[in-house]
């Protein structure tokens, strides 16, 4: 492997702004290790190997004319395939949108495109983001690169395991109940779900509105803040968009490495974790906790009652918004189009038949399961009666968040299992998100960052989790577990299956 991948993309970044390196150089690099893996660990559904080095070539250019660029300008990302991009392939791993070219940009590609980072292309997921294991993708399954017979989490899976094998520095995913952070925790990797509205949804093929967020994914937590900066801010296209300033969180996070967090608050949430978590998880949990005391810390165990019922109430609202959502997608307009295979040709039989093929069976059960749950007679026994529990979990977060600065608790209940073992089992594959949910149903951020290694060979991550608006702090806080943790992404997952060939 080339050993420019190994480093950061700060790293990459200052190598760029003095000339030891060109983005067409660092480009080609990404790209000729995304040809030698991407067989093997199929993270990404499309490459785009022109329209990254052209804007390679065009970084270059303007820096050698003297332009004034941005930090990252040059360095490589890869984009989750349910981010529009104009012209380019956006299939939201599902069959109904095979070979669909969207007509313009999402909001954070055209973001990203301003500041001149090359995107090499799109990755692999869970189809329309639903899963926990990226098993539902219509294209075929993304492989973990610590140990390729096992799951890289979902519905993310391809974003986290292109960052973990060393594809790309940078990548960008979304997060509708863990989807970036449970791939984070499971591929050791860093996954950040923003303050909702910090990062403008637009282009985003939405799968629950209320929920979904767009993240970074990076190997460092400094690169995560750097990229949230790059693509947050206020979109009038966004009508969630929060109209406010991005928080100096790159400059946060260095301070850190300086002053320390004094004064930190960490509350420690009882109701996530114990029964269903694998005790390696567990135990890797209490050891960073009590490190966060012994950097001085104040670390008090919080008790929020209604996240017990979180996992519930949002298998109610997610599949709600589902159908919603998911009602454009008729052979009408865009995608495929599939006509019936006998009798009359009609409008209603084209979209039964487009759907019954363009949708996978993780879709068409959450499609019904939401169409039930706002049918007469239902709404208020199972809609109505989730979206109270979410006033609930909003109100468990802002008292204890009186009384402590952020939340901590283990990312996810297990380490990456294998192929196949919860994908008959739907009930046991939404147990992956018990501890990722709660943070998107009151909309607050929060951050897996990776914290140890089991002794299975496999990473283990670590959750901040911090009030509304909170991100600086939030990003604080996981950047002093990462100097208190051993280092899971300098471990190089990718080495262990490489040199064994």
Same mark, same amino acid.
């Given at each position: 492997?080339?050993?420019?991948?190994?480093?950061? !993309?700060?790293?990459?970044?200052?190598?760029?702004?003095?000339?030891?390196?060109?983005?067409?150089?660092?480009?080609?690099?990404?790209?000729?290790?995304? &040809?030698?893996?991407?067989?093997?660990?199929?993270?990404?559904?499309?490459?785009?190997?022109?329209?990254?080095?052209?804007?390679?070539?065009?970084?270059?250019? $303007?820096?050698?004319?003297?332009?004034?660029? #941005? $930090?990252?300008?040059?360095?490589?990302? !890869?984009?989750?395939?349910?981010?529009?991009?104009?012209?380019?392939?956006?299939?939201?791993?599902?069959?109904?949108?095979?070979?669909?070219?969207?007509? =313009?940009?999402?909001?954070?590609?055209?973001?990203?495109?301003?500041?001149?980072?090359?995107?090499?292309?799109?990755?692999?997921? &869970?189809?329309?983001?639903?899963?926990?294991?990226?098993?539902?993708?219509?294209?075929?399954?993304?492989?973990?690169?610590?140990?390729?017979?096992?799951?890289?989490?979902?519905?993310?899976?391809?974003?986290?395991?292109?960052?973990?094998?060393?594809?790309?520095?940078?990548?960008?995913?979304?997060?509708?109940?863990? /989807?970036?952070?449970?791939?984070?925790?499971?591929?050791?990797?860093?996954?950040?779900?923003?303050?909702?509205?910090?990062?403008?949804?637009?282009?985003?093929?939405?799968?629950? /509105?209320?929920?979904?967020?767009?993240?970074?994914?990076? $190997?460092?937590?400094?690169?995560?803040? %750097?990229? @949230?900066?790059?693509?947050?801010?206020?979109?009038?296209?966004?009508?969630?968009?929060?109209?406010?300033?991005?928080?100096?969180?790159?400059?946060?996070?260095?301070?850190? #490495?300086?002053?320390?967090?004094?004064?930190?608050?960490?509350?420690?949430?009882?109701?996530?974790?114990?029964?269903?978590? @694998?005790?390696?998880?567990?135990?890797?949990?209490?050891?960073?906790?009590?490190?966060?005391?012994?950097?001085?810390?104040?670390?008090?165990?919080?008790?929020?009652?209604?996240?017990?019922?979180?996992?519930?109430?949002?298998?109610?609202?997610?599949?709600?918004?589902?159908?919603?959502?998911?009602?454009?997608?008729?052979?009408?307009?865009?995608?495929?189009?599939?006509?019936?295979?006998?009798?009359?040709?009609?409008?209603?039989?084209?979209?039964?038949?487009?759907?019954?093929?363009?949708?996978?069976?993780?879709?068409?059960?959450?499609?019904?399961?939401?169409?039930?749950?706002?049918?007469?007679?239902?709404?208020?026994?199972? =809609?109505?009666? %989730?979206?109270?529990?979410?006033?609930?979990?909003?109100?468990?977060?802002? $008292?204890?968040?009186?009384?402590?600065?952020?939340?901590?608790?283990?990312?996810?209940?297990?380490?990456?299992?294998?192929?196949?073992?919860?994908?008959?089992?739907?009930? !046991?594959?939404?147990?992956?998100?018990?501890?990722?949910?709660?943070?998107?149903?009151?909309?607050?951020?929060?951050?897996?960052?990776?914290?140890?290694?089991?002794?299975?060979?496999?990473?283990?991550?670590?959750?901040?989790?911090?009030?509304?608006?909170?991100?600086?702090?939030?990003?604080?806080?996981?950047?002093?577990?990462?100097?208190? /943790?051993?280092?899971?992404?300098?471990?190089?997952?990718?080495?262990?299956?490489?040199?064994?060939?």
């Amino acid at each position: 492997m080339n050993e420019l991948l190994r480093r950061s !993309a700060l790293e990459l970044a200052d190598m760029l702004a003095a000339g030891d390196l060109t983005s067409v150089e660092l480009t080609t690099a990404c790209l000729d290790r995304i &040809d030698a893996l991407n067989d093997r660990v199929h993270a990404f559904l499309f490459i785009d190997r022109e329209g990254a080095l052209a804007t390679a070539a065009e970084v270059d250019a $303007r820096r050698a004319e003297g332009a004034d660029l #941005h $930090r990252l300008a040059g360095v490589p990302i !890869a984009l989750k395939d349910n981010m529009v991009t104009r012209g380019k392939p956006t299939t939201c791993a599902s069959k109904i949108l095979e070979g669909w070219l969207p007509p =313009y940009d999402a909001t954070v590609v055209l973001k990203l495109k301003a500041a001149g980072l090359p995107v090499v292309g799109k990755t692999n997921m &869970d189809e329309f983001a639903m899963g926990s294991s990226t098993e539902h993708s219509a294209f075929g399954p993304t492989g973990n690169p610590w140990d390729l017979s096992r799951i890289p989490g979902g519905s993310g899976g391809g974003s986290a395991a292109a960052v973990s094998s060393f594809m790309v520095p940078l990548a960008l995913g979304s997060d509708t109940g863990g /989807s970036i952070r449970q791939p984070g925790a499971v591929t050791g990797t860093v996954g950040v779900k923003p303050t909702y509205g910090a990062v403008s949804r637009y282009g985003l093929v939405a799968m629950a /509105s209320s929920l979904d967020q767009i993240g970074p994914v990076t $190997r460092t937590v400094a690169d995560a803040a %750097a990229l @949230q900066e790059l693509i947050g801010g206020w979109d009038p296209a966004d009508s969630t968009s929060l109209k406010e300033p991005v928080p100096p969180l790159l400059e946060a996070v260095e301070a850190v #490495h300086r002053d320390g967090v004094k004064g930190l608050r960490v509350g420690v949430v009882k109701e996530l974790s114990g029964e269903g978590y @694998q005790p390696e998880v567990l135990d890797a949990f209490q050891a960073t906790v009590e490190k966060l005391r012994g950097a001085g810390a104040e670390v008090h165990e919080v008790s929020c009652p209604s996240f017990e019922y979180a996992l519930a109430a949002y298998y109610l609202i997610m599949p709600a918004e589902v159908s919603s959502n998911l009602a454009r997608f008729d052979g009408m307009r865009y995608g495929i189009r599939v006509l019936p295979e006998e009798g009359h040709v009609t409008a209603a039989r084209v979209m039964a038949a487009t759907r019954e093929a363009g949708f996978g069976d993780e879709v068409k059960r959450r499609i019904i399961l939401g169409t039930h749950v706002l049918s007469a007679g239902y709404y208020d026994a199972y =809609y109505g009666s %989730a979206q109270k529990v979410r006033t609930l979990i909003q109100r468990d977060f802002d $008292r204890v968040f009186d009384e402590v600065d952020v939340l901590v608790s283990p990312t996810a209940p297990t380490t990456a299992f294998k192929f196949g073992d919860k994908i008959s089992d739907p009930m !046991a594959m939404y147990l992956n998100d018990v501890a990722t949910i709660p943070a998107n149903l009151a909309g607050v951020p929060a951050m897996s960052v990776p914290n140890a290694v089991a002794a299975d060979g496999l990473p283990v991550g670590f959750q901040v989790i911090a009030p509304a608006r909170g991100d600086q702090r939030m990003y604080e806080v996981a950047q002093l577990v990462t100097d208190l /943790s051993d280092d899971v992404a300098g471990a190089s997952p990718a080495a262990q299956w490489e040199e064994s060939e």
